[in-house]
Structures are given as structure tokens and as C-alpha cells.
């Protein structure tokens, strides 16, 4: 059948339209980055350089230090969710109990509420633990974001897993730890995978949190390029979005077919 | 008792880092901090607060921001998952590059939007080009402008496909029998997108545009790249009043904080009344 407000032709506008508005602002990204002297009014620059990315991956500018922070601090958060995380999306995935709904609440409510509301409270009792302006602290309070996220995965991906072959491998008499290796661990790997690839990605994208914890002292990817995309250099600017946008393209050349609207995987990723 | 064991590590986590963070917010914002002997809590901070213009102004600001970006984001979302629903030449590419933009930082979006909206942009280039303007002042301001249309700019291209895909994944499990049924009975395309269509997606819908309000609100990353530095959004003045040298502002930042968690709020009740009618 075909829909009334979309013509056939109209279609194949509508999509060209659509494709055009998304690449859009990627597009001066890429071209900045290899530029040389791109003045108003050139629409291409007059000369070509990789003298950006030279830079952007020289230890002069501070992209590798500051790559490693970043990379370190998001695997350090998705550890963390994984390892809390995964028992209560079981809960959430495989029990109904009193006050699930509750649960459900405080759960939801750090995906909503922005974080920089969240962080100038936690501001205060970090800095009391000293963990203001340390990469631990960061990492810490990532899990703001990136914990509900884990949870709310994993209990999607424990609605579809079957409790029954668990209690199969229990009655031939394997113990609690064996079950979980054996049979447990190999059901839900796929979709846990799932989980900590996006997990990383919210905590690879988060800047108050970390601007506000890390007190410009933790000096992750998204401050770097915010840093030098307000002053003036678009260059390099361009070359730090184009690494800093990697991940996600090789995240979602892995994982595309969870990324639909029925999956939770992408409420997360909007922030 | 296996599910409290179960939930009990996320939770205690939950509690104190979200809770901690928001009791504390809010703690501060009345000025009861018993460890330097204030425990006489006051609505001074907020006093404040509510009787300055300023405030109201990024609060209107922060307002017009976050409506109009989910409201725009929300039209075009459902429009493009009322197309990518047929498949049509291309559909591949534009289904992928839905996905994609989900994975691109705000940030980056943001730092896009500058380089393409800016006076000395790809727009006021290509306007340039065309004869339309001789200097790059001669451009319309689309960045750092009192009507934050470099800011919407992102969010839209941010989020209509966040919407769009939680939109598309409803229309495709609802199916096409009803709307059959409806242009059977004679309903043309808009009467059944309005009385068909609207009311099956509606609960997802509203629950995609309620997490996008919220975050349009009090996202600080994007205002503070493009956005007018007077009135500043809300969550760009609550920084400022935060890092000012004179801690006296740290009452009213924390003011400003949890009056954004409490829009938030307003958000999350939203949320929470439309998967109720999912």
C-alpha cells in the first residue's frame, strides 16, 4: 500500500533532502581537517595539508595524551556498570517484585535529568574524597549515565533469556559459578556486548560531568576539541571531531541491527 | 530477597551518586551545610534567583530552546518515519545514516553547525557566491543570535532521528491494516495520519520528545558553544554562577541546578505517563 502523503516521487525527494540535512554538518569537519587557508569567501580551501593531523597527532597539541584519558575513563565506567549492573537488569529482565516500578523510576531519572544538576551537587562530596580533578572521580561519576544505561539493556536482553536451561544445568549437578559460566555468561554475551559498546559511547560523549568533576584538570577529547574549535583553530578542530566520531562509526558498523527503536540500546546514545 | 541481592549493588550506586548528587544540589541551594555550621535553611538563594531578570531571561531562553527543538525534531521525525517505512531507492543509505547520527556527539554536531551557520560559514559563502551578500556581516547572525537558531539547528539534527527511529520501530509493529481500514471508509492521507496514525504512535512518541525536552533544557555543551553570551541558556548561567570567583554565587548556581532537575521532573512524569498508555 502506499502512503497517502509520500508520492513516489515524492519519496525519493524526501530521502535525497533528508541524506543531504544529515551529512551536513560533517561535512566542513572533514574539509577543515585537511585544510590549508580556507578564507571567506573560498567554498573549498585554496590548498590542501595534512599539517592539521600532523599536529592533532603529535604530542604537541595533546590529542594521544588526552585519547588515552578518554579511552581509559569510558572502559573504567563500563567495567564498573557491567560488573553492577548486569545482576540488576536479571531483577528488572526476569522478576516481578513490590516496588518494581519504583525501581523503574530511579533508574530512568539520571537518563533524564541533565547531568549538570547532578554533578554540581556531587561537586561538593568529591571534593571532600578528593576525587575532584582526578581521573578516578571522572570515571566515578560517569556511572551517573552510563550505569542506568547498562541496566536498562540488560534487562531487555534477560526478558528473552530463558531461565529454564539454567535450572537443566542445576538438576545434572552443576554448582552456581559453573552455571554462570557455562550456561548463563554464553546467552546473554551477545546483548551484553551490545550494552558495554554503548556504554562506552555515553560515557566516550559526556563534557559537564567530566568539566565539571575533572575541574579542567582531566582533560578528555570532547574538552580538547572544544578548547580549540573556540579558538579559532578549525583545523584542528576538524581533525580531533573526525577521530572523535570514530568510535561510534565502527560501534555501529558492529551492532546496526540492534540500533532500532524497539531495542533500548538507543534511548542512551540521544544524550 | 534474591532480587534485592540482585539489585542491591546498582541501586546503592544509583542512590548515591544520582541521589547524593541531587540531595546535596539541593541542600546547598537552601544554604543547610551543617559542616560549616549552617543549619538554618533558607529560600534566600532562590529569592535571589526569582527576583532577577536575568535568571528569567535564560529561563525563557532555555524554554524556547527546548520546545521548539522537540517540536521541530518531533515533526520531522515522524515525516521521515512515515517515508523510511517504504522501501525506496536509497532507503539503505538513509536508515544508516539515522543510525550514525545517533553515535556523533552533541559536540560535534555543534562544532558543525558553527562552521556551516557562522557569518564566515559554508552558508554565507555559498551566499556570497550567489551575489546575495559582500561581507560576511551582511549575513543573518545564525550563531550566537538571541534566538539560539544555531543551538535548535543542532538539537533537530541531533535528535529528529532519535524520535524517527523510536517512531519507525512503532509504525512497523502496529502495522498498515488500520489505516487500510480508515481510506477504505473514505479517509484521505491527513485524516488518517491524524485519527489513524497519531494516536497508535503517540505513547512512543511522547516518551522520545520527553527525554529530547529534557535534555534540550539543560545540555550545557551546546548553548555554550553557540549561544548568545547574554542572555545565557539556563544550564550555561547556572556554570557561570558555579566557577564565579565570589562563592557567594554557589547558592544560586545550585538554585539554578535543581531548577532544572525539576523541569526534568516534569519531563520524567511525562515519560512516565505515556509508556503507561504504551
Not at chain 1, 10 to 39: E, H, K, N
Not at chain 1, 182 to 211: C, D, E, K, R
Request: proline share 6%; charged share 10%; net charge positive.
Amino acid at each position: 500500500m502506499t502512503d497517502g502523503l509520500w508520492s513516489r516521487r515524492m519519496r525519493l525527494l524526501g530521502g535525497l533532502v533528508l541524506v543531504t540535512w544529515l551529512m551536513l554538518p560533517l561535512i566542513p569537519l572533514g574539509v577543515w581537517s585537511v585544510a590549508r587557508g580556507w578564507f571567506f569567501p573560498d567554498l573549498l580551501p585554496t590548498a590542501w595539508t595534512l599539517e592539521p593531523w600532523r599536529y592533532a597527532l603529535s604530542d604537541v597539541g595533546g590529542v594521544p595524551g588526552s585519547l588515552g584519558v578518554t579511552v581509559g575513563i569510558a572502559a573504567g565506567a563500563t567495567l564498573l556498570a557491567l560488573i553492577v549492573g548486569v545482576p540488576a537488569g536479571r531483577a528488572l529482565g526476569m522478576h516481578d517484585f513490590r516496588g518494581k516500578r519504583l525501581v523503574e523510576i530511579a533508574i530512568l531519572a539520571p537518563v533524564i535529568v541533565p547531568g549538570i544538576a547532578v554533578a554540581m551537587g556531587l561537586h561538593a562530596v568529591f571534593l571532600r574524597a578528593g576525587l575532584t580533578g582526578s581521573v578516578w572521580g571522572v570515571m566515578l561519576v560517569h556511572l551517573v549515565p552510563v550505569l542506568p544505561y547498562v541496566v536498562l539493556v540488560m534487562a531487555g536482553v534477560f526478558a528473552n533469556h530463558d531461565p529454564r536451561l539454567e535450572d537443566q544445568a542445576r538438576s545434572l549437578g552443576a554448582g552456581p559459578v559453573a552455571v554462570w559460566w557455562h550456561v548463563t555468561l554464553p546467552a546473554i554475551l551477545p546483548g551484553m556486548a551490545v550494552a558495554a559498546l554503548f556504554a562506552f559511547l555515553v560515557s566516550w560523549s559526556q563534557y559537564i560531568l567530566t568539566l565539571l568533576i575533572g575541574g579542567g584538570r582531566v582533560v578528555t577529547l570532547p574538552l580538547l576539541l572544544f578548547n580549540f574549535a573556540t579558538s579559532g583553530r578549525n583545523d584542528i578542530a576538524g581533525a580531533i571531531a573526525v577521530i572523535y566520531v570514530l568510535p561510534g562509526v565502527v560501534v555501529l558498523a558492529v551492532t546496526a541491527r540492534y540500533l532500532t527503536g524497539r531495542g533500548v540500546a538507543l534511548r542512551g546514545v540521544a544524550r | 530477597m534474591r532480587v534485592a541481592l540482585l539489585l542491591a549493588p546498582a541501586l546503592s550506586v544509583i542512590v548515591v551518586l544520582f541521589g547524593g548528587g541531587m540531595a546535596v544540589a539541593v541542600s546547598r541551594s537552601v544554604g543547610w551545610m551543617p559542616v560549616i555550621g549552617l543549619t538554618d535553611p533558607s529560600l534566600a538563594a532562590y529569592a535571589v534567583v526569582f527576583a532577577d531578570p536575568d535568571f528569567w531571561a535564560s529561563f525563557a531562553l532555555s524554554l524556547h530552546i527546548a520546545l521548539t527543538s522537540t517540536a521541530l525534531a518531533a515533526v520531522l521525525a515522524v515525516a521521515s518515519a512515515l517515508l523510511l517505512r517504504h522501501s525506496f531507492a536509497g532507503r539503505g543509505i538513509v536508515a544508516f545514516l539515522f543510525q550514525l547520527n545517533l553515535t556523533v556527539p552533541h559536540l560535534v554536531g555543534a562544532i558543525g553547525i558553527l562552521y556551516l551557520f557562522s557569518q564566515s560559514g559554508a552558508f554565507a559563502r555559498l551566499a556570497y557566491q550567489a551575489g546575495a551578500i559582500a561581507v560576511p556581516g551582511d549575513f543573518p547572525a545564525l550563531v550566537f543570535d538571541p534566538y539560539a537558531i544555531g543551538i535548535i539547528a543542532q538539537y533537530v539534527w541531533k535528535e529528529a532521528p532519535f524520535i524517527g527511529l523510536i517512531v519507525l520501530a512503532n509504525l512497523q509493529s502496529v502495522g498498515e491494516d488500520w489505516e487500510g481500514v480508515a481510506r477504505s471508509l473514505g479517509a484521505g492521507p491527513w485524516q488518517r495520519l491524524r485519527h489513524v496514525v497519531l494516536p497508535m504512535i503517540g505513547p512512543g512518541l511522547v516518551s522520545a520528545c520527553a527525554i529530547v525536552f529534557a535534555f534540550a533544557f539543560g545540555a550545557y555543551e551546546i548553548p555554550a558553544l553557540l549561544g548568545a553570551s547574554h542572555p545565557p541558556a539556563m544550564p550555561v548561567a547556572a556554570y557561570r554562577a558555579f566557577t564565579d570567583v565570589d562563592l557567594a554565587q554557589r547558592p544560586r548556581a545550585m538554585a539554578m541546578s535543581v531548577v532544572i532537575a525539576v523541569v526534568a521532573g516534569v519531563a520524567i512524569w511525562a515519560y512516565l505517563r505515556a509508556a503507561r498508555r504504551a
